[in-house]
């Protein structure tokens, strides 16, 4: 069974322009979260999507976004980035029955780099 | 507000060491713990978790955890560590039925050979 997979998983941009992240979650799991990971703030939650509704939402501004598509494939997306978007974001599923007891595994991530 | 620490930023051991790391939380309603482990150029792969139950749990590797509710802690434990146990371990709370996840700071052990 294939894990979680994000694409890209390097990406360099310069301050101000967007970025779209991509993660396909494990076969069956309809919830997606991502998370974004830095050195000085570990990792933090941005939002969980499931059956294409945002069910959760962490403190990160406007600028951070995402989506979850029929096929529960997720994107999100960070407009107008600054220097202090560069981080390792990170996406994770699960399959949100009881029996799973909300585990969520975790893709590789996406290394985004703001210059 | 939830929140989760760490105690040990960074641990140094010897292989065959015992190995204890702190996990503490706060939030008052009923929580699922985790113990995620990240090792070198890998992704965060679950080491365990509680739920409900027995509160001592047993993972992989060899890895044990010890939910005390009375104390809000959740700590890991090995007996014996062996250099390939050198990762990053991060401790998580989640409050059961939703899918945020608090995520401690994490501690970076080092096990010598």
């Known amino acids: 069974k294939a894990g979680v997979t994000q694409t890209p998983r390097y990406l360099i941009k310069t301050r101000g322009q967007q970025v779209t992240l991509s993660c396909s979650p494990i076969?069956?799991?309809?919830?997606v979260s991502w998370y974004q990971q830095t050195p000085g703030q570990g990792l933090q939650f941005l939002f969980e999507y499931f059956s294409e509704t945002q069910r959760n939402k962490g403190n990160f501004p406007g600028r951070f976004s995402g989506r979850q598509f029929s096929n529960s494939r997720s994107e999100m997306n960070v407009s107008t980035l600054e220097l202090g978007d560069s981080a390792l974001y990170l996406c994770?599923?699960?399959?949100?029955?009881?029996?799973?007891?909300?585990?969520?595994?975790f893709g590789e991530g996406s290394w985004l780099t703001v210059v | 507000a939830q929140s989760v620490s760490q105690h040990n930023h960074h641990v140094i051991l010897s292989e065959a060491a015992s190995l204890e790391l702190g996990c503490n939380y706060s939030y008052g309603g009923t929580v699922n713990l985790f113990w995620y482990v990240q090792y070198p150029g890998q992704h965060l792969q679950l080491l365990l978790k509680?739920?409900?139950?027995?509160?001592l749990v047993k993972g992989i590797k060899g890895f044990e955890a010890e939910f005390i509710k009375s104390k809000f802690s959740f700590n890991l434990r090995k007996p014996s560590v062996q250099w390939s146990d050198t990762a990053e371990y991060f401790c998580a709370v989640n409050a059961a039925g939703t899918y945020k996840y608090i995520f401690g700071t994490g501690t970076r052990l080092k096990v010598l050979a």
């Open positions: 076969s069956g799991h309809r919830s």
């Open positions: 509680y739920f409900s139950g027995d509160p």
């Open positions: 994770a599923s699960s399959f949100d029955g009881e029996s799973s007891g909300n585990t969520i595994y």
